[in-house]
Structures are given as structure tokens and as C-alpha cells.
């Protein structure tokens, strides 16, 4: 636990969400979690509950309810089980049977305390309680601190498809200690590695470009390396997310990979994959089928999947079957009337989405997960 | 079903509740849900769906949907059970599994046919689906057409505190068809009676001495009388929220009789008294509180019992004994650090939000609650 409580090597940096009278600031460094500092500006009510997991919350929940109850009068821990599989309706009402046990109000503050699956869960928990409460997210995983905690997007799952209800509801803040990579398993931290491949292909070719000479750096967990990639993965998301909250248009491209890597996700059984690795693979189709479809050459194509193959992640899909496959995408929260909308790349750097013949997709399908 | 198909004796009225870009209409009128024009504006997506109940679908679902289907490529009807009891989890879930089924998208549109708790629950199924989607109010309660259909409040029931778990989402439009009064019936017309009483107290004098004077004409069910009593409920609505849509403040008086009403249904079990029972009590007892603690004098707090005495509704409460009763009201959603917020007057026509003192709380629980 020292790590978390120690002096921060470098300053932290912040970033700010524009969204208005919904702006909030993303906070990245080391030792955050341990330091007052990091929350001013959050909220001081008389309530707060911490939200974690049942393997975030041994690791970091002591010291941090110790240091929040310097700013509330009242601070408690509800602790989830962990996994993609309890990203549910049960597991979000144990969040509301604490609430109301512990008479929160309107202004109680909820902190989500772990990686994306905390996240969303407490987020949606957040946005529905009474309504809407605030709520911080500190991120402990690489997946939740380039993605899943920025932006708003707050739900759980149905056992027909991933997030599916949910709301959007920001956050007041965005607090990612990059101390807590360390204790992150191997196999959570090349899933992290995966959203942070995305932003590259779908707005930044320099991006792309670092994260192909840095991979390596990266898996062994360099902390200015991890800064950078964190810090970059934002800045590209705030962006994208302060010109369109609520998915009307330009977001979608940040389900870049998605809409294959929730098939994948919703077929096999939620926590089979992780989300991570779903879009590891869902990249590598969506670029096969860019190229399949003359939008990219094989050359761009390859380079996205070699770099998902060196960052240990997935880049083979289970075989349901083109019919099943076909069925699970069109599920995809970016369907309309029965018709898929793909994520694809017109070049290194830049999304389109739009539809796909249903051979091009049965092609790549067939090439990529027979 | 020959009403709801008859053309309408006087033309439809229209109000906007006046929000920026979710701005709606409100139409008030005979015969509204077998006129094509009465959808003007609600989105031509290719799938909708009708959320409705056992109760209310076998009187009005089949020419609806017909009509609809000239709006709609696909219609589909969800039936719901009916009752308090059934605004939960397990019946939102009905509507989610539902639409997943039909592959309803982010273009779909939800009716919400049927009284507050089909329409509270509708809504708050579109609001989380997919994050999101479009849906109208087609009220067929007198509570429902003055008062949980205006304003985007949606929500569910937790077992330990009313419309706990929910979303402000606002409707693309309200269509309350006056014909449907005639099925209501009189416990119900009763009960909605209760939130056109509402509104005079906390708001306008002389709507509550129309009231007043035409209550037995509206329990005569008076077409004149009672598109006057929707009317008039509906502006006052709009005007309250267009100043505070999300009940930082002002809002708060819509909730009059709420605090001892919402305790009353969740102490004796959800559906054992109606909603508009439990808010008619409640604002006797809140009346009699306010002139406790010298707001009013005793002749206002007396009218206002009168009236809801004369309206067929409860003017005595629950003997749950003064500590229950501040433990089920604790759990108000306008309760801050545990402090109860009671909505009271200050006149008849003037509501204000504060606490009280708990000694003058359990008086007026002895007094009408023994």
C-alpha cells in the first residue's frame, strides 16, 4: 500500500472535459489516491459511499475512506463481487440496498472504486438513485483510466447485450492514480492496452505510430511510457466526447473494434473474454473488413493487427457462425432497423461509421474466426 | 371503444412545457388517441412499441396500435401487470427483455399507455434503454393526465422508499384523451382527484376555490369540468417546471402531501392505498403541520381537509406510531442528512420547502394518525 501513499514522483496533470455546465477535470498522476488535494472540488456532503470490488477494495479502500472522511461526515464501503459477469441487475441493486440502508440523500457522493465494471456500475447506480447523485471515478485499471471512466457512459448488461441499459451521466471528477497499474494482473493490463491501440487508428496516425515504437515499453509497465498513453487516450476521448455527449454522430467512432468485441463478449457469456480483449479482436476485424471493402489497404490492416498480436491480446474470433455472428451485432446499440453500423478506418487516424454488406462481413468472419 | 374513436366534441388544446430543445406538447382533448394529427411531431421510426397493462390494453391497445402501424413499420404491444405493487425491477425487466426481443434500437419509440405507474415505469425504461430512446405519455388516469405524465420524472419503487430508482427524462409529447375518464374507475377518478386538489394550495387561490366549488361536478365526471381541472393542472405543471426542471428547488412544491403520502404507501406495502390516497391524507396532514407551526391559520389547514374529505379520500392516516412514521419519512428523496423536508403553506396559494420540528411532526401524526 505504499505506493499509494507515497509522494508522487512527477506532478499530476489535468485535463478538462468541456461539457459546460458538466465540465470536469480528469486528474493523472502518481499517489493520488492518497492525497487531499485530488478531490478538491468534488463535493463535501455529509454522505459518501465507496463503491469497489472484492479485489480493488483490499488493495486500496482503507486508507482512501480513511482520507474522504476528512471531507464527509459519513463514509462507507460497498463492495461488489468482481468480474464482467456481475455487471447486472442484481449486483447494481446490492449498490441501492446499501444506499437506502444507509439513508443517502440527493447529495450523497458515490466513488467508483476499481476498473470498468465498477465504473459503469456505479456510474449507472449514480445516475439513477433518487434520480441522479454525483459520483467520482477512480479508475484502477488501464481500461477504465484511458476509457470507460471518461465520458459519461454509465450501464450494465443484459444477457442479450452489453451495456444496454444505462444512462449518461458525468461524472464531477476523474481521479487515475497510475501507482494502481501496478498491481494490475498482466492479462488486465494488455486488455488496457487494447483501448489505447484504438485511438491511434480512429483520429491520431502520430499516436498510432508512438504506441507501435512504445508497445513494449508499455507491457513493461514504464511509468512515463503509461503517463503518456494514459494522458494521450484522454485528451483524444475529451475531445470527441465535448463535441458529442450523447453519441449523436462523431463518438461512435470510439467504438472502434466494439461492435465485433461485444458479439464476442455477449456470445461467449460475459467475463469469458475480457471487454478489452473483445476489442483487441473486434480492431482487427473491423480493419480486415475496411480493407475488405477497399477502404484501407492490407498494409494499414496489418499493421493493426500485428500490433494487437504483440500486445498479447486476441486476434482470432470464436466461431458462431456467420448467421449467429450476424444476429449478436445486430444488437449493437449503433443498429437501426435491423441494420449493423461498423466502426470502420478510411485510413491510419481516421473512423467512419456505416453500413457493411452482409458477404463482406460473412468474408472476414470466415477468414478471422473459423 | 366507440368514444375513443368518435370525433372530439370541442377542438384539442395544446400546452408546451417550455425546456430548450426538449421542449413538448401537451394535447388535451376527446377522442385524441384515435386521431392520426394527435401524433404530429413524435419521430416515424420503423419499430415502437405500446407499454401498457392488463387493465387498460383490452379498452384501447388494438385501435391504437392500428393507427400507429400507419406511423410504424413494426408495433408491438408489451402488457404489463397492473398495479402499485408491480412498479419494480421484475416488470421494468418485462419491457427491457421486451424491446431486446423485438431488436428495438436507439430510434424506437415507447407509448406509455395507462396510468402513473405504466407511465413512470415506461419512462423509465426509456431512459435506460440503450441509454436513451424517444417516448410519449398517452395517460388514461385522471392522476396521470394532471400529474405524472407532465414533467420527465420516471422512475421505479424500491421496497424501502417510493420512485427511489429513476431518471429525469423528459417525454416527446403528452396525449391525454379526456374520453378515457369515462372507463376510470371511481376509486381512481378519486385519487387523481387528489393532485387536481394539489395545485390550488401550493399555487393558485383561486383555482383551489374552483375547486372548491366544482367538485361534485367533477365527480359527476363532467366533461367541461374536467378538461377545465386537467387543464389548468397541466399549466400550472409547465410553469413549475420550466423554472426547475430537475428539482434543484421550486419543484419541490409539486411534491405537497408527498412526504406523509409516499411513507403511507411504503409502510402499509405498495398498492394497499392508492397514490393519490396516500397524497390526500398527506396534505391534510401537511396542512394541519403548517398551521401547527403558525404558517396558516386553522381555517386554511380546514378547507383543505374538507375538500380532500369530500373528494372520497382518506383524511386520517396509518397508525404506524411517530417513530415509524419518521423512519419511512427519513427516506424522502427531499430529506437532506436526515433532516425530513416538508412541503407546507403559507397560504392557500403559497407552498414553501423547510423542516420541522419532530415534537410538531408526531402532534399532527397523534392527532390524525391514531
Known amino acids: 500500500m505504499s ?28 499517489g493520488l489516491l492518497g492525497r487531499a488535494d485530488s478531490f478538491d472540488g468534488v463535493p463535501r456532503s455529509a454522505t459518501a459511499v465507496v463503491v469497489s470490488n472484492t479485489t480493488v477494495a483490499p488493495l486500496y479502500a482503507a486508507p482512501l475512506l480513511q482520507l ?31 444506499l437506502l440502508k444507509l439513508g443517502a ?16 456500475l456505479t456510474g449507472f447506480a449514480a445516475a439513477s438513485y433518487m434520480r441522479g447523485v454525483p459520483f467520482v471515478q477512480l479508475p484502477t485499471t488501464l481500461l477504465a483510466q484511458v476509457d470507460s471512466s471518461v465520458g459519461g457512459k454509465t450501464g450494465i448488461n443484459h444477457p442479450l447485450g452489453k451495456n444496454m441499459i444505462g444512462a449518461f451521466h458525468q461524472p464531477v471528477a476523474v481521479i487515475a492514480d497510475l501507482d494502481t497499474l501496478a498491481t494490475l494482473p498482466d492479462r488486465e493490463l494488455r486488455a488496457g492496452l487494447a ?92 480493419a480486415e473488413l475496411s480493407a475488405r471493402l477497399g477502404l484501407i489497404d492490407d498494409d ?21 457462425g456467420g448467421d449467429r455472428w450476424l444476429e449478436l451485432m445486430r444488437l449493437d446499440k449503433k443498429a437501426e432497423g435491423g441494420e449493423i453500423k461498423f466502426v470502420l478506418l478510411e485510413a491510419i487516424g481516421r473512423a467512419v461509421v456505416r453500413a457493411a454488406p452482409d458477404a463482406s462481413v460473412r468474408a472476414v468472419l470466415e477468414a478471422r474466426c473459423a
Chains 1, 2 share one sequence.
Open 105 to 120: 440523500d440527493r447529495k450523497t457522493v458515490l466513488y467508483a472504486l476499481g476498473g470498468g465494471v465498477v465504473g459503469d
Open 195 to 286: 483501448e489505447v491501440i484504438k485511438y491511434g487508428p480512429i483520429a491520431d496516425a502520430a499516436f498510432f505510430a508512438w504506441t507501435e515504437a512504445n508497445l513494449d515499453t508499455l507491457l513493461g509497465r514504464d511509468p512515463q511510457a503509461l503517463r503518456h498513453a494514459v494522458r494521450r487516450s484522454c485528451e483524444i476521448k475529451a475531445e470527441v466526447v465535448a463535441q458529442d455527449e450523447r453519441e449523436a454522430g462523431l463518438r461512435a467512432i470510439l467504438n472502434f473494434g466494439h461492435t465485433f468485441g461485444h458479439a464476442i463478449e455477449a456470445g461467449l457469456g460475459y467475463g469469458e473474454w475480457l471487454h478489452g480483449e473483445g476489442v483487441g479482436c473486434g480492431m482487427v476485424l473491423a
Open 68 to 98: 474522504l472522511k476528512g471531507r464527509h461526515r459519513q463514509v462507507e464501503l460497498i463492495e461488489l463481487p468482481d468480474g464482467e459477469a456481475h455487471k447486472d441487475w442484481t449486483t447494481l441493486n446490492l449498490v441501492f440496498d446499501g
Open 3 to 30: 505506493a499509494v501513499l507515497a509522494p508522487p514522483a512527477t506532478p499530476a496533470e489535468t485535463l478538462t472535459i468541456a461539457l459546460g455546465d458538466r465540465s470536469y477535470p480528469i486528474r493523472i498522476g502518481e
Open 300 to 320: 494499414a490492416a496489418g499493421r493493426v493487427a500485428r500490433l494487437v498480436e504483440r500486445a498479447g491480446l486476441p486476434v482470432h474470433g470464436p466461431n458462431f
